[in-house]
T-cell receptor, first 113, second 117 residues
């Protein structure tokens, strides 16, 4: 699986947008970009995934660079509940289907009231 | 839907002992993966079970073994415990896709906190 690079930590104010970057320069053509987050004292939870096009769901948006070597997770209006560790994971379709997720250190997001 | 459940929530063992952790997958899921998460680190993949067989394995020694039952629930066994085995053990379930490039998100349980003294 391709290696990812994320900032160790980021801060935001409540109700403001948050842009969480991820670099994955060794991504291959069949690799998906996945985002999971882990709230305090909980297991990770799925946020969003994409392959080539930008994606939106009820939780967030995923903006993927044209060359796919980087992506950005966008939380449109951060809430206190969004404070978590956010993991960007790159894995191919086969890897995804077989379920092996390779987690890095992630980005610790702090949301201020 | 109860989601993924794990038992016990906490466990304390001493070095050299053996431990068994249990996981019940989300309803309708047939695949179970196990992860180890040391304090301050991201989860590390141990192995995955599908159709009662180990399908993939991460970089963990043979002291780590598992089992999947016909009802898709799973156990993680760790023998000869070391201090370094102290961690949060996470179980994740998913539905194995039969389609090309189909995506199967994983649902994680709350984990079992294992402390080895």
């Amino acid at each position: 699986d391709a290696k990812t690079t994320q900032p160790n930590s980021m801060e935001s104010n409540e109700e403001e947008p948050v842009h969480l970057p991820c670099n994955h320069s060794t991504i291959s053509g069949t690799d998906y970009i996945h985002w999971y987050r882990q709230l305090p004292s909980q297991g990770p939870e799925y946020v969003i995934h994409g392959l080539t096009s930008n994606v939106n769901n009820r939780m967030a948006s995923l903006a993927i660079a044209e060359d796919r070597k980087s992506s950005t997770l966008i939380l449109h209006r951060a809430t206190l509940r969004d404070a978590a560790v956010y993991y960007c994971i790159v894995a191919n379709a086969g890897g995804t289907s077989y379920g092996k997720l390779t987690f890095g250190q992630g980005t610790i997001l702090t949301v201020h009231p | 839907d109860a989601g993924v459940t794990q038992s016990p929530t906490h466990l304390i063992k001493t070095r050299g002992q053996q431990v068994t952790l249990r996981c019940s997958p989300k309803s309708g899921h047939d695949t179970v993966s196990w992860y180890q998460q040391a304090l301050g680190q991201g989860p590390q993949f141990i192995f995955q079970y599908y159709e009662e067989e180990e399908r993939q394995r991460g970089n963990f020694p043979d002291r780590f073994s598992g089992h999947q039952f016909p009802n898709y629930s799973s156990e993680l066994n760790v023998n000869a415990l070391l201090l370094g085995d102290s961690a949060l053990y996470l179980c994740a379930s998913s539905l194995t896709s039969k389609g090309f490039r189909s995506y199967n998100e994983q649902f994680f349980g709350p984990g079992t906190r294992l402390t080895v003294l």
